[in-house]
């Protein structure tokens, strides 16, 4: 018997019941402590100097852990908020219609 099933049968649950455990490591903290307002994926990539493959990484662990929201589900590098931050998250469609209202107003 493996260790986790030996801790999870004197827990009274079989492995497939005991719930995933997954850690944050210093990339995520890393992330976490730049995020102080929403930023784009490349804002983060040059901040944390990560390639954009380990800031999607990253991103996309951190929402199934609930630590974080983005705007566009589809691009999730489009623009990333802290869980707890209030700020609207636009969809990348919402962006462009935005931004040629911004054009026709000028």
Known sequence: MTEQREVSARRGQSPEE????IKTGAGDERLLDVL???MRGSELQR???????RIYQIVAKLMALGLLRVGDP???TLIVARHDDPTVLLPYSGELVLSSLMETEN
């Open 18 to 21: 005991s719930p995933p455990r």
């Open 36 to 38: 102080v307002q929403p």
């Open 47 to 53: 901040l944390l100097n990560l390639s954009r493959q």
């Open 74 to 76: 589809k691009r999730v």
